[in-house]
């Protein structure tokens, strides 16, 4: 064998051992690559899973801030209730004799949006008649309410008392009194309004 020849099958050699370790070192950095791509995409993963975990857990921290309500749905229908309730008996003990017919209309309107006309009229003198707060020069202001609730069996209907505290004086009194009166009321969470009012009477009487 020629020096030419041998000098060609060494370089020959070398050629096929660097393109080895070449395609070796290709495969073992390929092979990095696609684990650091599957860890990446695992991680990717869990993190998606605990981002759309994020507003159950926040359910069931607010659930156990609030024992007594159960969970947020039973916050907000409570808040409801007790919003439109106040807004309600605001319009039903705030009166004065003085009051225009329109604006007497217009109360009636505000309240028919609060409460069906079943319950209004189960509500007493304090909706049905103007003429008997002009008769006595009836003056009545309102001072707060509060409620008791609690589900029906249907489970779209909250029910329990009402409480409204309220100032009142009229033409046949010589001392203002506050007076506290109480209501039987059922709340529809589909209609957001009371279809049930029974007035229950006062339960507590108290001249200044």
């Known amino acids: 064998m020629s020096k030419t020849s041998k000098i ?21 950095q390929q092979q990095k690559i696609d684990s650091q791509t599957l860890t990446a995409k695992n991680e990717l993963s869990q993190k998606r899973k605990e981002l759309r975990a994020i507003p159950d857990e926040v359910q069931k921290q607010l659930a156990k801030a609030n024992p007594d309500s159960g969970n947020l749905k ?20 705030t009166i004065n004799s003085e009051i225009s017919q329109k604006a007497w209309n217009k109360r009636n309107n505000e309240l028919s949006k609060l409460a069906t006309k079943d319950a209004l009229n189960g509500a007493g003198s304090n909706y049905k008649s103007q003429g008997i707060n002009r008769m006595y020069d009836l003056k009545q202001d309102f001072l707060n309410a509060t409620f008791s609730s ?22 046949q009194q010589d001392n203002p009194e506050q007076q506290e009166q109480a209501y039987l009321y059922t709340y529809s969470l589909t209609d957001h309004k009371f279809t049930k009012l029974m007035l229950l009477g006062i339960v507590k009487d108290s001249s200044y």
């Open 150 to 171: 609690g589900l029906t069996e249907s489970k779209h209907d909250l029910k329990g008392i009402i409480l409204v505290n309220y100032r009142q004086t009229s033409n």
């Open 8 to 28: 060609e099958m060494i370089i020959s050699s070398i050629l096929i051992i660097i393109s080895a370790v070449v395609i070796y070192s290709f495969d073992a």
């Open 74 to 93: 039973r916050v907000q229908e409570s808040t409801e209730l007790k919003q439109n309730g106040t807004k309600l008996m605001k319009l039903m003990y």
